[in-house]
């Protein structure tokens, strides 16, 4: 039966094409053109196979293809619907959810499934089979309860508890109340740092400040033109080096050569031999002050930054400017350099802050968030992070994007330095002579200290220009107008009950400027 419908319905389609066939060869005074035998056979089968190829190899099945249909019907409304072929069987076909091929030109397989329509019981079965809407199934998930702690944003996290989901007949509306405010976690415990050092020897304000890779000495230049070294134990005088004509802005000492490089306010870079005691190398190339300096980790590349809106990039042993990185429209007031990508970072008078790619010299990507001057940046030394510091907050940021974390507000001073070290302590040092110190995770404000300035300088001579941890971590050293170098450690006696954390669960602000 199923074959003999099939053919049926196969020659009344050919047929209909002869017709329109026919139709075709039509003459403009209506009399048709004759086709001589041959030719009119041959388009004939050339139309059959293209137009219905795929309907002739239509597999066909005998099983549950057949299904009585009722004598009379009625819809919804109670009107009766009488079928067109009454009392005969009708055959269904279908593949999928539909009875064609499903592309043009695309023949319907053996594998293809063949299926009846299915029954209104059917579906309904369906239905209950299926699983779970999601809207459901995290309303049926059990709340955590207070002993639970799920970090925020965690993905198994449970439906919260002000979730209704409301069902009227077949709609489903799914209607969430008022979510609760992110609050900051309660921030790690760090003892605070006190003073127990004051050096003296400058006799200008102490500009920049370095700590020797062995931890024996650390090195400063200042305003007085010179760079002085210094025993980080007892805080003596070992060594002063002469050769700047102006403030010395940066120093860095190599953890690959016996190096000391230094740059300043004469636009001069010069790479200093420790064990000579000599400059043996001058990078030339900025058109102004230059202001600060970093060594790459893995290569021997150094990159200085200039008031001339430009940070350079030389080859230590060649003294060759690899790249000029331009794009900055004012003056780069620091530059830090890592192995990662992106290999440097610059903060600029200009507001942004740019990552750029080493490799071609070009900037990857903008910050333009702060509003004021960006005059330090600082990488944290285990992740993946790193921190701004500008007049209106210190912003934290995740690379390789520059992807913005938060703010840490508090600090309404012009912030000329920043570092952070393992146990992620953040310090920042300010232009009237304040350092604040933070926990890096939470942003959380431990610790602020305004240090006395040394006797005889005057109290505008209190500010903060550079300051950095130690290989230990254990000392803390800031660079001051008073032209001295203060020294901090952390206070032994302090514990959690003797200093402990004022800390209460606020709204986190997630200002993005």
Not at 408 to 435: E, F, K, R
């Amino acid at each position: 039966m199923v074959e003999e419908v099939q053919k049926h319905s196969v020659h009344t389609l050919v047929f209909r094409s002869l017709k329109r066939t026919h139709d075709m060869f039509v003459a403009d005074n209506g009399k048709p053109v004759p086709l001589d035998e041959e030719s009119h056979k041959r388009k004939m089968a050339i139309k059959l196979r293209n137009e219905y190829g795929p309907v002739l190899h239509m597999p066909t099945s005998k099983e549950n293809l057949k299904e009585k249909v009722p004598q009379s019907a009625s819809d919804s409304y109670g009107h009766k619907q009488y079928p067109a072929n009454q009392g005969q069987e009708v055959e269904y076909l279908v593949t999928g959810t539909h009875p064609y091929p499903p592309g043009p030109g695309v023949a319907l397989t053996a594998d293809t499934k063949v299926q009846r329509m299915p029954s209104e019981s059917a579906a309904q079965s369906l239905a209950v089979a299926l699983p779970a809407s999601p809207a459901r199934a995290d309303a049926n998930r059990p709340v955590p309860t207070g002993g639970e702690y799920r970090h925020p944003g965690a993905p198994d996290r449970a439906q919260p508890a002000g979730a209704v989901v409301m069902e009227g007949g077949n709609a489903k509306n799914s209607a969430l109340m008022a979510k609760k405010a992110p609050t900051m976690p309660k921030p790690q415990w760090h003892p605070p740092w006190k003073l127990y050092r004051v050096i003296s020897g400058h006799l200008g304000w102490v500009r920049c400040i370095a700590v020797e890779p062995g931890n024996q000495w650390f090195v400063t230049g200042s305003a007085d033109r010179t760079i002085k070294i210094w025993d980080l134990a007892s805080g003596k005088l070992k060594l002063s080096l002469t050769g700047h004509i102006s403030t010395v802005r940066g120093v860095i000492v190599s953890t690959r050569s016996p190096y000391l490089f230094s740059c300043g306010e004469d636009k001069q870079v010069k790479c200093w031999d420790l064990e000579y005691n000599k400059v043996i190398r001058h990078y030339h190339g900025h058109l102004s002050a230059v202001y600060g300096l970093d060594l790459h980790p893995t290569i021997d590349v150094l990159v200085t930054c200039s008031r001339d809106s430009t940070a350079r990039i030389w080859d230590v042993r060649t003294k060759a400017s690899v790249h000029t990185l331009s794009g900055h429209t004012n003056a780069v007031a620091t530059v830090r350099c890592q192995a990662a990508e992106p290999q440097i970072i610059t903060g600029s008078h200009d507001t942004t802050i740019r990552l750029w790619d080493l490799v071609a010299g070009k900037t990857r990507v903008t910050l333009t968030n702060h509003k004021k001057s960006v005059r330090a940046v600082v990488l944290h030394p285990r992740h993946y992070t790193f921190a701004s510091g500008s007049p209106d907050n210190i912003k934290q940021w995740k690379f390789p994007d520059g992807s913005f974390i938060q703010n840490l507000s508090g600090h309404n001073a012009i912030i000329n330095t920043l570092t952070v070290n393992s146990d992620g302590v953040l310090v920042s040092g300010a232009d009237n002579g304040t350092m604040h110190l933070w926990d890096w995770r939470t942003g959380y404000n431990f610790q602020r200290v305004h240090a006395a300035v040394q006797p005889g300088s005057l109290d505008s001579e209190s500010g903060i220009f550079a300051c950095a941890f130690d290989q230990s971590e254990s000392r803390l050293l800031t660079a001051e107008a008073d032209k001295t170098i203060k020294v901090y450690k952390e206070d032994d006696t302090a514990t959690e009950e003797t200093h402990p954390v004022s800390w209460k669960p606020e709204i986190i602000k997630r200002k993005r400027f």
